[in-house]
């Protein structure tokens, strides 16, 4: 079966997920479906896939983890029916649980779907298809399979020698023959809402696992004369069933190609797929381009143009056309059109950076905005404040955003030039084409066009060095050098030691 070829919708009276299980092998506190694979739990990406089969009602059995998938659910898919069963007896059980909770608002008659809630690359392509096979042939049930290259643990899908399926039996149930088989059950079936409701009255649990198996119903309509049908699925990944942390990073994995496929189709250049993350809600457009080693997470937004990475981690941040950002962490924030971050800056919650702002080397911003052209270029932390247009903020300036207790705020003008280490206590107001002094602590606001200077004068205290520090090599250095007898510039180059930092400190834009 192809899911492209699902192009109508049959209509679906009800989807049920199973999502009781206790997910023991996760070896988690968390309930297995609530573990999350590219920004989204494993229960919403498969009730994202029902719904895309436009289900009239849904169901989702909880049991393990009761509480916390119920309030996931409330908040993922408020419109579907959590259906509590009390102890895991089996996903057939479990169906019918559903089916009787789905009954008490009217009768469900027509196709069933069930899934897993533990298969979360399942597209809704493939279970509009489900639907319109059931519909088309008016099968009992439509059970979706998957020729896998390790069936271990699946149910196997037993057929005759006409290739009709009989029986679906379970990995620890099946017999050494029975293992040979590939063609594994992938727990998704579309089934005659009424025929599986009576089938499932008959399914006993005299198995391995004492449990009442879904799949036993084939077994019953088979013997019944009821038609059953099974779908192949092309792509067996999609049916990939996650029932450990392998299994789990693995279809992480899977749904990362599947994405930053997409995204490369639609018109991103993506220079390292494989080391490119994408969770489900980005968006990217087309013509960015997306360097090595990127994160992107949650509502994450780049526009045309924009260059991302190398080395970013991008949470619910927008990125605007043509800006670039390498190496940096930003959370929450938004990077203007032609801004430039990076290398090696965070950006959190708040952070606004207008067109063509720049947050360089070593800078770390919270609830800023940095207006059009202005620039942080190095080594700063820029805190609840807002900067206006074309100013500079010179290297190692720090927001004191903090007095212990609370934070303040700072406003900046335009055209404004802090000098590098300027310590800006907030809160305090640096008017337009203001200038701070190198080094100065500024605790008052500063009038528009002045220079602010706060900062203790120097003072040389000649001859300090060989008085208090006689012999050291500090005091022969100055000995030498006002002898008249130290080595020459030359000499020293050729000595080859390390270049000197002629520099005052000042810091370009
Ligand atoms: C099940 C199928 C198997 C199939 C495989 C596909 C059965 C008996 N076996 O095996 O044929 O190849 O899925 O992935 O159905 N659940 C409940 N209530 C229960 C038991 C399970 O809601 O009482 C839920 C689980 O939370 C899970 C799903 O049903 O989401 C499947 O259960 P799981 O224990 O994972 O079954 P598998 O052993 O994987
Ligand atoms: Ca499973």
Redesign the pocket.
């Known amino acids: 079966m192809s899911g492209s070829d699902a192009t109508m919708n049959a209509p679906v009276a009800a989807a049920i ?7 023991t092998r996760m070896k988690s506190a968390t309930p ?2 609530l573990h999350e694979i590219r920004g989204r739990s494993m229960l919403g990406h498969v009730l994202a896939a029902v719904r895309g089969a436009a289900p009239a009602r849904v169901a989702v ?4 983890g009761r509480t916390a998938v119920e309030r996931h659910l409330a908040d993922a898919d408020p419109d579907a029916l959590a259906v509590f ?1 009390p ?8 169906v019918q649980l559903a089916l009787a909770a789905l009954d008490e608002a009217g009768p469900i008659d027509g196709t069933v779907i069930v899934v ?4 979360p690359l399942l597209s809704a392509a493939s279970v509009r298809a489900l639907a319109r096979h059931r519909a088309e042939t008016g099968a009992a049930c439509v059970v979706l399979t998957a020729n896998v290259p390790d069936p271990t ?4 899908v037993v057929r005759d020698r006409s290739g009709r399926v009989r029986a ?4 620890v149930d099946a017999s050494d023959a029975e293992r040979e088989i590939t063609e ?5 079936y579309a089934f005659d809402g009424a025929k599986v409701r009576s089938a499932l009255n008959l399914v006993g649990a005299d198995n391995a ?1 004492a ?6 119903v084939v077994r019953i309509f088979v013997k019944d004369g009821e038609r059953v049908a099974a779908a192949l699925i092309d792509d067996w990944r999609e ?3 996650v ?1 450990d942390r392998v299994q789990l990073a693995a279809a992480d994995a899977m749904l990362r190609d599947r994405l930053v496929t997409a995204i490369m189709r639609s018109g991103v250049t993506v220079i390292d797929p494989a080391t490119t993350w994408v969770d489900v809600g980005v968006e990217i457009e087309p013509d960015a381009v997306i360097l090595p080693n990127t994160l992107l997470f949650g509502a994450t937004r780049i526009a045309t143009g924009a260059r991302v990475g190398p080395n970013c981690s991008l949470t619910d941040t927008v990125v605007g056309e043509y800006a670039l950002v390498r190496d940096a962490t930003c959370e929450g924030a938004r990077i203007g059109p032609q801004a430039q971050v990076g290398p090696y800056t965070y950006l959190r919650p708040g952070t606004a950076l207008m067109r063509k702002a720049k947050a360089g080397g070593f800078v770390e911003m919270k609830n800023a905005v940095v207006g059009e052209d202005s620039k942080v270029p190095h080594l700063s932390y820029v805190g609840d404040a807002t900067i206006g247009e074309r100013t500079n903020v010179g290297a190692a300036t720090v927001f004191v955003n903090y007095d212990g207790v609370e934070k303040h705020h700072s406003e900046v003008g335009d055209d404004v030039r802090i000098g590098s280490d300027t310590m800006i206590v907030a809160p305090v107001t640096i008017g337009d084409g203001a200038y701070t002094a190198a080094g100065s602590v500024v605790v008052d606001d500063v009038p528009p066009g002045a220079l602010a200077v706060a900062r203790g004068r120097q003072r040389n205290v000649e001859g300090w060095v060989e008085k208090r520090r006689p012999g050291s090599p500090a005091a022969r250095a100055a000995e030498a050098t006002r002898s008249g007898s130290r080595p020459s510039e030359a000499d020293r180059d050729n000595r080859n030691s390390p270049p000197v930092d002629e520099s005052g400190g000042s810091t370009t834009p």
Do not use: C, F
């Open positions: 997920v199973l999502a009781a299980g206790e997910g297995k479906v059995v909880t049991g393990a069963q102890s895991q007896d089996g996903t057939g059980h479990a897993p809630g533990d298969t643990g699946y149910g196997r679906i039996v379970e990995h594994i059950n992938s727990g998704v696992q449990e009442r198996y879904l799949p036993d049916v990939a069933g029932n």
